[in-house]
């Protein structure tokens, strides 16, 4: 009998993360996953409410072919095949395992760069994450519990315990932020080699409650594009196109990065990111995460930009939801942690502090640290 609580997050995928309706197909693309329990019960919740379903099954290995040995021909091929059926869809769960994170670390990156442009680009970017209703989760695994330093065990309790929070309490809770970051103007960071200014004056605010992320517990918009100015240095270690980077620090002037190092990793690599295109030296989203079950880095984005007590600054490519105006092949979440036991920090609007050392310091959205 299969673990009860698969059928729990099977149900939030299906009725609350893509909603989905009677009529409606839904793509199902599973990569590296360690059964086939999640995937089957999701066909058989989709069937009942009537829609229909596609499943695409991937291994990373032969991705990491695909994307080593291509041509741009090939790439642009398989991108606009699967554009195609992209196109025909209504809905989207993206269902990762995590056999290995850094399958891609010695794809070269002209390779990675023709990959974004020609198949990530047309496919995701502009395709599924504006026209669909879409999800996407990682699966747990042997190798994401030794990521975050846990038994196997322990690491599926917990993992069990942040994606199947009540995500309609979360929405609800998520509101207070978002009134506050919508009447803000400008914004400054400061922390441990951090002194950041911004504006987010006109850009959209999007909560982010279990609808495109599981787990969830985000609040973002994005900076004015050439508002920010100053220095920042991330304190979560990072995984980028199969590359580990720690430290990254950015500086900024009028919104673009004019230089980058890292204390870890490759820093001629962690250039070269940048210069994939002239939006990737811009950003184009900024978030509060205030997932209050999430507590430390596992070297996994989808868990990391949530961390209690964190924020993350992406360059690259904005989302249509709070579009800045800047367009990139690559989108990187950088992940800095504000609680005390990580050197603390402060969030200010319009010279208000809302949140010091990660904790919200303002009465309308203190329970956001304990709900």
């Given at each position: 009998?299969?673990?009860?609580?698969?059928?729990?997050?099977?149900?939030?995928?299906?009725?609350?993360?893509?909603?989905?309706?009677?009529?409606?197909?839904?793509?199902?693309?599973?990569?590296?996953?360690?059964?086939?329990?999640?995937?089957?019960?999701?066909?058989?919740?989709?069937?009942?409410?009537?829609?229909?379903?596609?499943?695409?099954?991937?291994?990373?290995?032969?991705?990491?072919?695909?994307?080593?040995?291509?041509?741009?021909?090939?790439?642009?091929?398989?991108?606009?095949?699967?554009?195609?059926?992209?196109?025909?869809?209504?809905?989207?769960?993206?269902?990762?395992?995590?056999?290995?994170?850094?399958?891609?670390?010695?794809?070269?990156?002209?390779?990675?760069?023709?990959?974004?442009?020609?198949?990530?680009?047309?496919?995701?970017?502009?395709?599924?994450?504006?026209?669909?209703?879409?999800?996407?989760?990682?699966?747990?695994?042997?190798?994401?519990?030794?990521?975050?330093?846990?038994?196997?065990?322990?690491?599926?309790?917990?993992?069990?315990?942040?994606?199947?929070?009540?995500?309609?309490?979360?929405?609800?809770?998520?509101?207070?932020?978002?009134?506050?970051?919508?009447?803000?103007?400008?914004?400054?960071?400061?922390?441990?080699?951090?002194?950041?200014?911004?504006?987010?004056?006109?850009?959209?605010?999007?909560?982010?409650?279990?609808?495109?992320?599981?787990?969830?517990?985000?609040?973002?918009?994005?900076?004015?594009?050439?508002?920010?100015?100053?220095?920042?240095?991330?304190?979560?270690?990072?995984?980028?196109?199969?590359?580990?980077?720690?430290?990254?620090?950015?500086?900024?002037?009028?919104?673009?990065?004019?230089?980058?190092?890292?204390?870890?990793?490759?820093?001629?690599?962690?250039?070269?990111?940048?210069?994939?295109?002239?939006?990737?030296?811009?950003?184009?989203e900024w978030s509060i995460g205030c997932n209050p079950k999430i507590l430390k880095p596992m070297r996994d984005i989808?868990?990391?930009?949530?961390?209690?007590?964190?924020?993350?600054?992406?360059?690259?490519?904005?989302?249509?939801?709070?579009?800045?105006?800047?367009?990139?092949?690559?989108?990187?979440?950088?992940?800095?942690?504000?609680?005390?036991?990580?050197?603390?920090?402060?969030?200010?609007?319009?010279?208000?502090?809302?949140?010091?050392?990660?904790?919200?310091?303002?009465?309308?959205?203190?329970?956001?640290?304990?709900?």
């Open positions: 009998m299969p673990d009860p609580r698969w059928d729990a997050l099977a149900e939030i995928l299906i009725n609350h993360s893509v909603r989905l309706a009677s009529g409606e197909t839904l793509l199902i693309e599973c990569f590296d996953l360690p059964d086939s329990t999640l995937p089957r019960l999701l066909i058989q919740k989709a069937a009942a409410r009537g829609g229909r379903v596609l499943v695409e099954t991937r291994d990373n290995r032969i991705v990491r072919e695909l994307v080593l040995r291509g041509s741009a021909e090939s790439i642009e091929s398989w991108g606009r095949i699967d554009r195609q059926r992209m196109e025909q869809v209504q809905a989207y769960l993206g269902l990762r395992g995590s056999l290995n994170i850094s399958e891609m670390s010695d794809v070269p990156a002209e390779q990675l760069e023709l990959y974004n442009a020609l198949y990530q680009k047309p496919v995701h970017f502009e395709r599924r994450v504006t026209n669909t209703k879409w999800c996407v989760l990682r699966l747990p695994t042997a190798s994401m519990a030794q990521q975050a330093g846990m038994s196997t065990e322990a690491f599926e309790d917990f993992y069990f315990d942040v994606c199947t929070l009540d995500y309609g309490r979360m929405a609800q809770m998520l509101k207070p932020l978002v009134a506050r970051m919508e009447k803000a103007h400008d914004v400054r960071i400061t922390g441990p080699e951090t002194d950041l200014s911004f504006s987010i004056a006109g850009i959209p605010v999007v909560p982010c409650s279990g609808t495109m992320n599981i787990p969830d517990g985000e609040v973002f918009t994005a900076p004015v594009r050439d508002s920010i100015n100053g220095v920042i240095r991330f304190n979560t270690p990072t995984i980028y196109q199969g590359a580990s980077f720690d430290g990254v620090r950015l500086e900024f002037e009028a919104g673009k990065i004019v230089r980058a190092d890292c204390a870890g990793g490759d820093v001629e690599k962690l250039r070269r990111i940048f210069d994939a295109d002239e939006g990737a030296r811009y950003t184009g989808l868990f990391d930009e949530k961390i209690a007590g964190s924020f993350h600054l992406t360059p690259g490519n904005a989302y249509d939801e709070a579009d800045n105006g800047n367009k990139s092949k690559i989108h990187w979440d950088l992940v800095q942690i504000q609680r005390p036991d990580y050197g603390g920090g402060t969030i200010a609007f319009d010279g208000e502090p809302i949140r010091i050392d990660g904790k919200f310091v303002v009465d309308d959205l203190r329970p956001l640290d304990s709900y």
